[in-house]
């Protein structure tokens, strides 16, 4: 390498890391590193100004506005109560007690048990990454992530400098064969996952691969981050993987999706030996989340208005499933808010979505595609 290119191979190595850095390359063990295939478009994670009114947005999961209700009610009932005036002071960085007490119970009805003293609320689950990241990894760190992982994530880790390795994945995500040897020889510090309803697979772990995964971040004593965003989608029985490893996880567990988006409000749960550093890591930040909207979001929650706001949602995905298969026949009915569309060997994702704005039908900027050989799971 030295003779063709007129470089040694430290040069090469920080040059590959430096366009790594800069998102330019992605690498997947096992696989070997590519460009990226969102090179040169818009970096925004979201970007509502399409640009022409016909186009349909089917890059993001909007959290299907228009089955919440009106909560100006809710609203009038938090302004006429006596204490909204302790709700425009300065408050614990962590959250006010009581809003974490109800983060506490909505966070066990997704399968987590915890207490208000583990419970952080942050402003929602992008300020959540930073919090994580910023005070418990350092720059050069490495955490495993599932090949095709949440852009939001990986811009966090970017700034940060922290180092993602791409790990294989099946219809439960990852996989436990591909996750032990990056863990033996990677010097991996961490694992993000979306254990259940994982955008945009909609893969959803087993009990067996949950354990599996388990033992591997216990043996090697590392640190997860589960993201749960939808979990209220996730059907009856599954649990996350972080009630596995309550001393070794962070878990969050994302409002927008469920129930107004716009408040913003996530609850994360800690380990004791972080708790204090996440905390000053949102006074570093933000100060404080919102405290009238976490009121809010804890009003919604304590009133059930929550419960029937994703009980709306559920059926009408069922609906916009039922719709879609009857357009798509053999096509499997979705469970969440996205869609996974095997394409032929012969389309790429930049094709279709030529196509798409060609037929002047849609915008995909963000379709994503798995090689048929990352899990046999996919092509049954």
Known sequence: MEKTIGVNVTTVTRAYQEAEKRGLITATVGKGTFITSDLGRNPAL????????????????LPLYSIE????????KV???RNLRDFMKYTPPQGLYQHRQTGTEW????????????????????????????????????IAVDCITYPGFKTAARRLGIRLEAVLMDREGIIPESLEPVCSHGDIKGVYTVGRLQNPTNSIMSWQRREEIARIIQRHSLLLIEDDLYGFLSPQGTTPL???????????????????????????????????????????????????????????????????????????????ANLMRSKLADYPQPDNLFAWLELPEDWSSSSLEAAAVRSG????????????????SYNE
């Open 46 to 61: 979201i970007n509502m100004d399409t640009g022409s009114n016909h186009l349909i947005e089917m890059g993001l999961a």
């Open 69 to 76: 209700p009106d909560i100006e009610p809710l609203l009038n």
């Open 79 to 81: 302004i006429a109560d």
């Open 107 to 142: 966070i066990r009805q997704l399968g987590v048990d915890t207490d208000a003293d583990h419970v952080i609320i942050t402003a929602g689950t992008q300020h959540a990454f930073n919090c994580i990241l910023s005070p418990v990894f350092e720059a050069g760190d490495k």
């Open 242 to 320: 972080s009630a596995l490893l309550p001393d070794q996880s962070f878990y969050i567990a994302g409002t927008s999706k469920a129930f107004c988006s716009g408040l913003s409000i996530s609850f994360l749960v800690s380990p004791a030996r972080f708790y204090g550093r996440i905390s000053q890591a949102v006074v570093d930040t933000v100060m404080m989340a919102p405290t009238l909207n976490a009121e809010i979001v804890c009003k919604c929650i304590f009133s059930s208005l929550a419960r029937e706001i994703i009980e709306a949602k559920r059926n009408e995905i069922k609906r916009r």
């Open 361 to 376: 039908s849609s915008e995909t900027r963000s379709i994503h595609v798995i090689p048929w050989d990352l899990g046999t």
